[in-house]
């Protein structure tokens, strides 16, 4: 079946700018998660959806961030007044919900972005 | 917060080679996690623990759930140009954030035809 998809692959917007990056998590799985790999580096937890439950937005780096997800499914990551620090690449994940479950969270490609 | 060393940071074989790398932890975990990730791609997972001294292979890959609980190793052998890419080792966050999970660094490896 169809795995996590996320677009767009590669974003390129001036310092400033507002951006908004798309996850299509795999069909039937009710977590959502969001994490920022930066060059280098491991993956950076950022936000995680459940179901109806509020979200644990407890990663994220500064309230210049947001994340919503809308019926469940599609989720949206939105970046406000882009600053260089920002360039990463976003990593979107999904997952049953399970002890085991949890764990097995299946990543789709990412967003590279750059902030110019 | 949790921190996950990984080491090497990098490493540099021969196809056919065998390759062992490893994760250490300041914090015991409960859960082990190996993921893979290619070149523009997610991170895919391989490998699950879930008991200390624990011993799990999948295929070529062999990963090992440290006694202590605050480390776990990773093995491949008989590496194949398709082994290339960072493997990185995760745990989960403690109580009930065990969905928040914590990554290392990774370790990029590169293998020689």
């Known amino acids: 079946g169809a795995g996590v998809s996320q677009s767009p692959s590669n974003k390129v917007t001036e310092k400033g700018k507002d951006v908004e990056l798309r996850c299509d998590p795999i069909s039937g799985h009710t977590a959502l998660y969001w994490y920022r790999q930066s060059l280098g580096q491991g993956l950076e937890f950022l936000i995680y959806f459940q179901g109806n439950s509020a979200p644990d937005k407890s990663g994220l780096p500064s309230d210049r961030f947001s994340a919503e997800r809308t019926g469940g499914s599609v989720s949206t990551l939105t970046i406000q007044r882009t600053q260089q620090e920002d360039s990463a690449v976003y990593l979107c994940a999904s997952s049953l919900v399970g002890e085991a479950s949890t764990y097995e969270q299946y990543f789709g490609p990412g967003t590279r972005l750059t902030v110019t | 917060g949790q921190q996950l060393n990984q080491s090497p940071q990098s490493m540099f074989i021969q196809e056919g080679e065998d390759v062992s790398m490893n994760c250490t932890s300041s914090s015991i975990f409960n859960t082990w996690l190996w993921y893979k990730q290619d070149p523009g791609e997610g991170p895919v997972l391989l490998i699950a623990?879930?008991?200390?001294?624990e011993l799990t292979s999948n295929g070529r890959l062999t990963a090992q759930f440290g006694i202590t609980r605050k480390d776990s190793f990773l093995n491949i052998s008989a590496s194949i140009p398709s082994d290339v890419g960072i493997y990185f080792c995760a745990g989960p966050g403690s109580g009930g954030s065990n969905y928040k999970l914590t990554f290392g660094k990774g370790t990029l490896l590169t293998v020689n035809p």
């Open positions: 623990l879930y008991k200390a001294g």
